[in-house]
């Protein structure tokens, strides 16, 4: 990723620029009354976002009493804040998990992606969720000849050993993909999906309220301990009590949690949205409605917005910036140079949300000295915490076969020293970009 110096120019943004998700325009964050707090639960979940909701239904469903405690106001955190794609490629790619495991665990691992990613469309038609949702498919682009050939060589072998579609689609046609002469062709994966994060997050918000799962806002958790059979937790608002407790905060584990925050390494994730240039130019950049990204580590991300006439445009993960309008003025820098028809256009959000990956960049299910986990999502959280938080529960529920994942095996590690400070992500991110550069 080229370093970018951005210069605040005040015509950069519109009149009434918000620092606030694009996203919560159609979907405000609730303003609710914290539930009281019960004395006795079977089951607590820290964490109100797609994976603490997720499992909250499985449970409450199955006839267990469940509250959810949250810090703030439910689902303000990246749940409703990130780019709403919905994929199934871990950081690892399919081959060189071959290399390193064998076909077999490579394709156990991949097709619990693939789960993951039916989880979210299961979900969208079961509950009647209206987000937004679109199997538009995904263009992946290459930023070099060679990243291009090894896309190619990536996506034969996920058709060979997994079934899956995609086709190769050269520079000297991509542009009936994408209005940008800044890369060198890529693939199309035609049955990936889009949808609107805050749209789907209240959805499931509304249906884990209508199934009896009480909501506790504003009650931050201070300390999980065992008592007798269960857990004894505290919170800003008091103590409950809970048979089963499960962590379910990926980028914003508390100190309570203090195995867990060991094991995520939290980030920023960056985000701007234009102000809307109309449906015809909208039309001539992204010409099929995908979700776009590129094939580099550390990836810039774009798409059409669900109204279909503004930009939404991410990047820069893991970095830090002053504030907002100078994050902002940054990625507009990048969204030109690689689209410079936008050169003109205002911006009218900016925003971020806290994500988080993990030591060894797969994400994590299990329990720890009985407490229950699902987190370290890796840049596919709607997916992984839809599917995640439901396995979690079914683990909670003692339904062993079906809680089974692929990923049950893996070993949660920590680093030595770690605490839950990510100290040393910026310098990460630039290994990374340095690793990007190489590969091109």
């Not at 009650?219 to 007798?228: H, W």
């Not at 900016?350 to 299910?365: L, N, S």
């Amino acid at each position: 990723m080229c370093p970018v110096t951005a210069v605040i120019d005040p015509a950069l943004f519109t009149g009434d620029f918000k620092t606030t998700p694009y996203w919560w325009e159609a979907a405000p964050r609730p303003e609710m009354e914290p539930a009281p707090l019960p004395h006795m639960a079977d089951v607590a979940i820290v964490g109100s976002g797609i994976t603490g909701l997720s499992a909250a239904l499985t449970l409450a469903r199955a006839g267990r009493s469940v509250v959810i405690l949250e810090k703030g106001e439910p689902g303000i955190g990246a749940s409703s804040r990130n780019a709403g794609f919905v994929g199934r490629v871990l950081k690892h790619g399919f081959g060189e998990l071959m290399e390193r495991h064998g076909v077999e665990r490579a394709a156990a691992l991949y097709r619990e992606m693939r789960a993951a990613a039916d989880s979210v469309r299961e979900t969208v038609e079961r509950e009647g969720i209206d987000c937004h949702f679109r199997m538009g498919g995904r263009f992946m682009a290459a930023l070099s000849p060679r990243q291009y050939e090894h896309m190619g060589r990536e996506y034969d072998l996920r058709a060979k050993h997994l079934g899956d579609p995609s086709e190769m689609v050269p520079k000297a046609r991509q542009h009936a993909e994408i209005g940008s002469g800044h890369y060198h062709g890529g693939v199309v994966i035609p049955d990936l999906a889009g949808l609107h994060p805050g749209l789907y997050h209240q959805g499931l918000l509304d249906r884990a309220i209508e199934a009896g799962v009480s909501i506790a806002g504003h009650s931050e958790v201070t300390a999980i301990e065992k008592a007798g059979k269960g857990f004894a937790i505290g919170t800003a608002r008091g103590m409950l009590g809970a048979r089963d407790v499960l962590v379910a905060t990926n980028g914003y584990t508390p100190a309570a949690a203090a195995w867990q925050r060991r094991r995520v390494i939290p980030f920023d994730a960056w985000m701007i949205a234009t102000e809307p240039l109309g449906p015809e130019r909208i039309a001539r950049l992204f010409p099929n409605d995908r979700v776009y990204l590129d094939y580099n580590t550390n990836i810039f991300f774009f798409r059409r917005a669900p109204d279909g006439e503004r930009v939404l445009f991410g990047g820069r993960t893991g970095s830090r910036f002053p504030d907002i309008r100078t994050m902002a003025a940054t990625l507009h820098a990048d969204m030109v140079r690689i689209f410079p028809d936008l050169k003109g256009a205002r911006l009218s959000h900016g925003w971020t949300g806290r994500c988080a990956g993990t030591f060894d960049m797969y994400p994590h299910v299990g329990v720890h000295d009985g407490i229950h986990y699902a987190m370290g999502y890796c840049f596919v959280g709607i997916p992984l915490g839809t599917h995640l938080g439901r396995k979690a529960a079914l683990r909670i529920l003692n339904r062993t076969e079906e809680a089974r994942t692929a990923f049950d095996e893996l070993p949660f590690r920590s680093a030595p020293f770690y605490t839950g400070n990510p100290w040393f992500v910026p310098a990460a991110m630039k290994y990374y970009d340095w690793t990007d550069r190489r590969s091109l």
